[in-house]
């Protein structure tokens, strides 16, 4: 599993900083098209949604990120109108009334958690290339640094009702992770900010990565699955990999125009 995880993310990571680098806005859009679409995929399929309406939805997904490109911002009116169709189509979709909300939920959670979430990775590309990289490198390095400690010396529950295997040592790691990533990304980038807001940063994203974790570790519980696809040689699915971002990236976003982090 450790073999897998380090020669999946020796392959992909150097392939992904040059493509967020170096690559045009409409080849980032692209790259959010997928991951959106295949997350999409993997949260609705994990409620057991059958696949035309799955297919569908995931491609409605989509809708938000070209907004948020275009016009960096997601009018009410798109929101409006998914609510509109998903319970139109709920309407007429099946007889009676029962289960209606429980049937509406997965596509409106799915959208409010996914594609709007990693519209503001589009909102962060605009910003700089730089800082998309900091939020992907700041989360995954605060994961790696509480799996590898957690598995070493981890003792203490975190949340075992969630997510049995995450422990306090693992979540401290974590924030030490993810401060000490964020110090090594502010050297490499050059980013114009101190040091110690740096590691605040650093900590903070930590933090909402072990949330974010925790928020699909609790979707994933209550469908009693290990990890939301098998996309990734011993990463699991791609959700598995971006579910603290979802959490980290808005709050990076508002965070920059706080404190002009790049």
Not at 1 to 30: S, W
Request: hydrophobic share 55%; glycine share 8%.
């Amino acid at each position: 599993m450790l073999l897998k995880r380090l020669i999946v993310a020796a392959i992909l990571l150097p392939l992904l900083y040059a493509y967020i680098m170096y690559l045009p806005d409409y080849y980032f859009l692209v790259l959010m098209f997928f991951a959106a679409f295949i997350c999409m995929e993997e949260f609705l399929c994990m409620y057991g949604i059958k696949e035309l309406p799955r297919h569908v939805f995931s491609v409605v997904g989509l809708i938000p990120l070209y907004m948020t490109y275009e016009y960096n911002e997601i009018p009410a009116y798109v929101f409006a109108a998914m609510f509109m169709g998903c319970a139109t189509i709920r309407l007429f979709g099946r007889k009676g009334p029962d289960n209606a909300l429980f049937d509406i939920a997965p596509f409106l959670t799915g959208l409010f958690y996914i594609p709007v979430s990693l519209s503001y990775f589009i909102k962060l590309r605009a910003v700089a290339p730089e800082v998309v990289l900091f939020l992907m490198f700041v989360i995954w390095g605060a994961d790696s640094a509480a799996l590898y400690v957690g598995k070493a010396v981890g003792r203490r529950k975190l949340y075992e009702r969630i997510s049995p295997n995450k422990t306090i040592e693992g979540a401290v790691a974590a924030l030490i992770g993810g401060a000490a990533s964020a110090v090594i990304l502010k050297i490499g980038f050059k980013f114009q900010i101190s040091y110690l807001t740096t590691i605040v940063v650093g900590i903070v994203m930590g933090v909402l990565g072990i949330i974010g974790d925790l928020i699909e570790s609790m979707f994933k519980r209550e469908r009693n699955i290990k990890d939301s696809g098998s996309s990734l040689p011993g990463h699991g699915g791609i959700l598995d990999k971006v579910d603290g971002m979802l959490i980290a990236a808005p709050v990076l976003y508002y965070l920059i125009l706080l404190v002009n982090v790049h």
